[in-house]
């Protein structure tokens, strides 16, 4: 049988990790551990709450980053997964430990990559004016926020928009898109080749597949 299984990596609220968790039956994948470097994280409720193995890796207990990221590897290898997912995983991750799991790594990030990598995403593009804001689902690869795209969802800002109301609007677009992503990865109906993503054996543009918000729900009909 075909490996279905992911590990989530989390830092945070977990809002993500609990749309992971609502798809996987529907999207027949499995969540089999979560790791988060944050003892405070509410996700680490949410993974209990669902009966998901879950860790705390603390990376303030250990010595230098190799160190803390050795810890995960070894959790997350002995569940071997096809996917480990970082789901508002807020630490950056040595080359080392990235390319342990070549081409398995996917981030979502909270916005239209390559626009606006690391933080405050929505303030930088409320400062600039933009006409247009989303996310992307990308591959992980040592270079920040610079991986392939795999998937992006785009909404046009509106005259009255604040930071919260774009953080809403965002991370609604993320759970729907992350899912999919996910299960296309699973399903190897997205496969990548050297940094080209395909679809259905298709190449995609360097955007990704690309949704609008109005539009998100039409990818499950892919
Ligand atoms: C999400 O908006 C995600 O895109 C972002 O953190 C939030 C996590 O929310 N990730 C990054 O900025 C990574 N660069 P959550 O903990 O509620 O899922």
Request: net charge positive; proline share 3%.
């Amino acid at each position: 049988m075909q490996n279905n299984t992911i590990v989530v990596l989390i830092s945070g609220t977990g809002t993500n990790l609990q749309a992971l968790i609502d798809s996987q039956k529907r999207y027949k994948y499995q969540i089999v551990a979560v790791i988060s470097n944050n003892p405070k994280a509410l996700g680490i409720a949410i993974a209990k709450k669902h009966g998901i193995n879950n860790f705390v890796v603390d990376h303030r207990k250990y010595q230098t980053r190799e160190l803390f990221e050795l810890a995960m590897s070894e959790i997350i290898n002995s569940y071997n997964p096809a996917l480990v997912v970082l789901a508002g995983f807020m630490r950056i991750l040595e080359p080392q430990f990235i390319s342990q799991f070549n081409n398995r790594l996917i981030n979502i990030h909270p916005s239209l990559l390559p626009k606006y990598k690391g933080l405050n995403t929505h303030k930088r593009v409320l400062r600039n004016k933009d006409k247009q804001h989303g996310c992307t689902a990308h591959l992980v690869i040592p270079e920040l926020d610079c991986g392939s795209n795999i998937v992006q969802a785009t909404l046009d800002i509106q005259e009255q928009e604040t930071e919260d109301s774009l953080n809403t609007r965002v991370k609604k677009m993320e759970y729907i898109i992350y899912a999919w992503c996910v299960k296309m990865l699973i399903q190897k109906r997205i496969t990548i080749n050297n940094k080209t993503i395909f679809l259905d054996s298709k190449k995609l543009p360097i955007t990704g597949y690309t949704v609008t918000e109005l539009s998100l729900h039409t990818i499950d009909d892919i």
